[in-house]
């Protein structure tokens, strides 16, 4: 998995310094990782100036039997970003910060639903406590779009997306519970049901390294 630190010089870190220990742990516990089998997951370039460390995993919910690489007709993509300042920042309450995105395509009459956005930031919660992650400090906006198309474009079907944009700070410096968690609201996004926590499947998913 790929690391940047450093960059934009961003809490004073350079290039040689030595990466923090806590950060080291959360991520070789990202990459030991095992998810869910329905989900793909890559390391992506992180983004640039936030954190002196960072570290990004984009993920998606291929439709069954869809070949590795086809992403076009995926049920949920996200991506889930790890920031690390050993200063540690006031609104964080620590020194780590996850930040998550699910998107979801979704059947338009669901996005009529008044209660899709709470169910949606129940998903997060649940998916996270369902898996023993500790956190504080989470907050996020759920986010629902429809389309309807009229006109000389009537013919084409109306289209609705959920949107799940979430932050929080972890208690612990193992991470994996969070990325499980994580991988669970890809899932739930997706419309697949839950798993019993705690049981892994020897067929899941891995971190895939570019």
Same mark, same amino acid.
Request: proline share 9%; aromatic share 6%.
């Given at each position: 998995?790929?690391?940047?630190?450093?960059?934009?010089?961003?809490?004073?870190?350079?290039?040689?310094?030595?990466?923090?220990?806590?950060?080291?742990?959360?991520?070789?516990?990202?990459?030991?990782?095992?998810?869910?089998?329905?989900?793909?997951?890559?390391?992506?370039?992180?983004?640039?100036?936030?954190?002196?460390?960072?570290?990004?995993?984009?993920?998606?919910?291929?439709?069954?039997?869809?070949?590795? #690489?086809?992403? *076009?007709?995926?049920? %949920? =993509?996200?991506? !889930?970003? @790890?920031?690390?300042?050993?200063?540690?920042? /006031?609104?964080?309450?620590?020194?780590?910060?996850?930040?998550?995105?699910?998107?979801?395509?979704?059947?338009?009459?669901?996005?009529?639903?008044?209660?899709?956005?709470?169910?949606?930031?129940?998903?997060?919660?649940?998916?996270?406590?369902?898996?023993?992650?500790?956190?504080?400090?989470?907050?996020?906006?759920?986010?629902?779009?429809?389309?309807?198309?009229? #006109?000389?474009? *009537?013919?084409?079907? %109306? =289209?609705?997306? !959920?949107? @799940?944009?979430?932050?929080?700070?972890?208690? /612990?410096?193992?991470?994996?519970?969070?990325?499980?968690?994580?991988?669970?609201?890809?899932?739930?996004?997706?419309?697949?049901?839950?798993?019993?926590?705690?049981?892994?499947?020897?067929?899941?998913?891995?971190?895939?390294?570019?």
């Amino acid at each position: 998995m790929t690391v940047t630190h450093g960059a934009g010089g961003v809490g004073g870190a350079g290039p040689t310094d030595p990466e923090p220990p806590a950060f080291t742990i959360a991520v070789e516990s990202l990459r030991s990782a095992v998810t869910r089998p329905e989900v793909r997951l890559v390391e992506v370039r992180p983004p640039q100036r936030l954190a002196p460390y960072a570290i990004a995993i984009s993920g998606s919910v291929p439709v069954p039997g869809s070949p590795l #690489g086809d992403d *076009a007709d995926d049920l %949920a =993509t996200g991506r !889930l970003v @790890v920031l690390h300042d050993p200063d540690g920042h /006031e609104s964080w309450n620590g020194v780590t910060r996850l930040v998550a995105y699910v998107r979801a395509d979704l059947d338009p009459e669901m996005a009529g639903d008044p209660m899709l956005a709470s169910v949606g930031w129940s998903w997060l919660r649940e998916a996270l406590e369902g898996h023993g992650a500790e956190f504080t400090a989470a907050g996020g906006t759920v986010t629902r779009a429809s389309s309807e198309s009229f #006109g000389a474009l *009537a013919e084409q079907r %109306a =289209t609705a997306e !959920l949107e @799940v944009r979430a932050s929080w700070t972890p208690r /612990e410096q193992d991470l994996t519970a969070h990325l499980a968690g994580w991988c669970d609201l890809l899932c739930y996004a997706a419309g697949l049901p839950p798993t019993t926590p705690g049981v892994a499947s020897l067929a899941g998913a891995r971190v895939l390294r570019p």
